[in-house]
């Protein structure tokens, strides 16, 4: 964390008041694991004797993810078809369970800037069924726009009625004759790294359970104070997957079918959501694949294993660990590449 930089951030941005985590869950310490794409994670539910939270054993590394082959998502693993290696280093997988009734926080990051003004009817419509269809009474969710300013437009609620009157209301803001800049005096535009960094460090860090966010933006931003590497990092210490749906107005960009989303920053997004575990799905401006790729997202959420580990490194001193998980020949793992060993008084 840097206190600096985010209460800078928070006074330069148009937050809600509350825009701190609230307490609406029992919070656990998250385990010393962190950023570049991983990294601390709630104590797992299992139904094994041996299970121990991060209340107990703060060291618990544990990872989220989800395998598939050729076929689709592979849901019959077990604890002995995996193995765990933390800086080359073979560690003991201690609990391994499949994680389709574990708490669910999600987060949407809602891209306002100008460049989404054609296809934000879309993202309204399509946000909405996903989370209809994805939270039960023991989820949560909120709702984050993000554009010149950084906007929390619906805070933690499990009722899809709440999200969907708020992300209706959400509204494109370019800005335009405002003048207005950030606290380092650069002008605004589209303040997609603050949005994140703001969303996992204020919003997840002290959540326990499955932690996401789903972002729908072109991947461009102007003007944030946090950048990729920051923001990648806020997110791996809050142990949160990122979902990146890539979506662009034609118009924006001159029209045509040749929009090349790497010019707005889809390489970066690529790897802030290979990082923490999760992926980028490109939709272009086609209505029908932003509903398929929300529709792969509640697969995946569906199919996710949690695997969790003490590691034979004790040191809580900092350091980013990296973090080799195989599941079988032949099976594409899905899951963040380490965690960062924070030490107890560094924990929020």
Known sequence: ?????????????????????????????????????????????????????????????????????????????????????????????????????????????LDTSGSQEHVLPLEQESGATFLRDVLTPKDEAFLISFDINVDLLADYTNSPREIKRAIDKATINTGAGTGSVTGNGTPRGTLLYDAVFLAANDKLRQEAGRKI?????????????????????????????????????????????????????????????????????????????????????????????LASYTPTNGKADGTFRKIDLACGKGLKVQTRKGYYAISASDQP
């Open 1 to 109: 964390m840097r206190p600096s930089v985010l209460a800078a951030t928070l006074l330069s941005l148009t937050l809600f008041p509350a825009f701190g985590a609230p307490a609406l869950r029992a919070q656990e310490a998250p385990s010393p694991s962190g950023p570049p794409p991983a990294s601390d994670a709630p104590p797992p539910v299992n139904q094994g004797g041996d299970v121990e939270t991060l209340n107990v054993n703060v060291n618990l590394v544990n990872l989220y993810f989800s395998a598939r082959d050729k076929n689709g998502f592979v849901t019959n693993l077990h604890k002995d078809d995996c193995s765990i290696a933390e800086d080359k280093t073979p560690q003991t997988i201690k609990n391994f369970t499949q994680e389709k009734t574990l708490p669910l926080t999600i987060g949407i990051l």
């Open 213 to 305: 966010l789903v972002m729908l933006t072109d991947g461009g931003d102007q003007g944030s104070q946090e950048n990729l590497k920051t923001a990648t990092e806020a997110a791996q210490k809050a142990n949160a997957i990122i979902y990146v749906i890539l979506i662009a107005d034609r118009g924006f960009y001159g029209g045509g079918f040749g929009i090349n989303l790497a010019d707005t920053g889809a390489r970066e997004m690529e790897r802030l959501a290979t990082d923490t575990g999760g992926r980028v799905i490109n939709v272009g401006n086609n209505g029908k694949k932003l509903e398929d790729a929300f529709n792969q997202i509640q697969d995946e959420l569906r199919t996710q294993y």
